[in-house]
Nanobody
């Protein structure tokens, strides 16, 4: 199994920045995709950003140009640098890891809260 622990959330003013971290442990071999999702109260969970083992990234349109996902393989950590934060970015941010080949898996962290004041 894979364990994911997020950190770095907090309260910031609009226009500010935060850097989220997700530390992975356990059976992390052959993870295909690492990513960040977010869920605001009363709303569906949505993809924020993904990065594949090949380095390909994908971002939600709402965060393109503002957020950057990155990986540190040595530290087994994935980051989400969030700049120019907006009130609409307020949500619980969850780390996600997926493995498409055997043994297939879809793993989630507990989340870290990001609150942006305006």
């Amino acid at each position: 199994q894979v364990q994911l622990v997020e950190s770095g959330g907090g309260l910031v003013q609009a226009g500010g920045s935060l850097r989220l971290s997700c530390a992975a442990s356990g059976n992390i071999f052959s993870i295909d995709v690492l990513g960040w999702y977010r869920q605001a109260p009363g709303k569906q969970r949505e993809l924020v950003a993904h990065v594949t083992t090949g380095g390909s990234t994908n971002y939600a349109d709402s965060v393109k140009g503002r957020f950057t996902i990155s990986r540190d393989n040595a530290k087994k950590t994935v980051y989400l640098q969030m700049n120019s934060l907006k009130s609409e970015d307020t949500a619980n941010y969850l780390c996600n890891a997926q493995r498409f080949s055997w043994p297939r898996g879809n793993y989630w962290g507990q989340g870290t809260q990001v609150t942006v004041s305006s």
